[in-house]
């Protein structure tokens, strides 16, 4: 796409999974190499790199979710290639990329490096979401919830969190079936390091309960969930089943509001899905 010197805006593809996925563990966070598979196949075009001599240094993902919404993340820049523009250069053509298709409003999840950088490209703050965590083994064996024959997620979803992401619920209920309850859905989905409880969407707190309960009782491995504070029935049930927070960051947008109705959002699909 781009090249200067040494340096190569490109699309990721494929073959950069493993490099991907090494540079998000080194990072710290979560996300397998499944993960990353997710968003190449969802956004093939949203999906960016700069490489630097023919090796990964940094990332950008964009999933669009119709033209009301599109999501950024796995914003990362190797160690070693930090403060050289790289992560502005790639936010940017992401972003123009999101201009042309159209794309109403535009939201992520920033960490606290990555705040200065978004306010600077027209982000304002929308508010908190937290890392809740449960100790525990490793992530490898997840229980599978049941397969409904309709997709729980048709009527509601799309209400609660404000854009049709039922592609992106597909995907997830194709890698681990869900588990619904009178009108409410949970997904769960194995991680690098801990299993990732979420997205949770219910307007009832005695099913969300029952749904989270289900999910991760006679499990060993550890858990991560991302919820807002404010949903305070959220909060409620993380402390109840042994989860504390670990993680601050900040939910952030661009363009028209687009509010989600956070207080049937009792987890969500991910910092890098919205
Ligand atoms: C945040 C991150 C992606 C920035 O990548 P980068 O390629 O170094 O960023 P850039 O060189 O494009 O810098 C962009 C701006 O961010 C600011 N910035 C970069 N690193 C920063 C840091 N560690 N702390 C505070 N500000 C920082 C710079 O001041 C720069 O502003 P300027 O253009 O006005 O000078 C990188 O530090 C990283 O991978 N961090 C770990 C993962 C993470 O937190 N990602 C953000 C997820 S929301």
Redesign the pocket.
Known sequence: MTETGREKLRRLCAEDIPAATQLSAQ?AWNQTAEDWRTLLELSPEGCLAIEVDGHLA?TTTLLCYGRRLAWLGM???KSE?????????LLTHALEYADKMGIATIK????D??Q??YG?LGFRSEQEIERWSRPGGNAAQLPAGRTSVEEPWRDLDSLVFGADRSQLLERLAQLNPPRSLSQSYLLSRPGRVTAYLGPCISENLGTARRMIEECIQNTRCAWSWDLFPRNQDAVAVARDLGFSPQRHLVRMARGKELREKEDAIYAIAGFELG
């Open positions: 990072a940094a914003v990362l820049t290639y930090q403060r050289r523009g790289f992560a502005r250069k992520l999840d920033a960490t490096q990555g200065p950088l600077s």
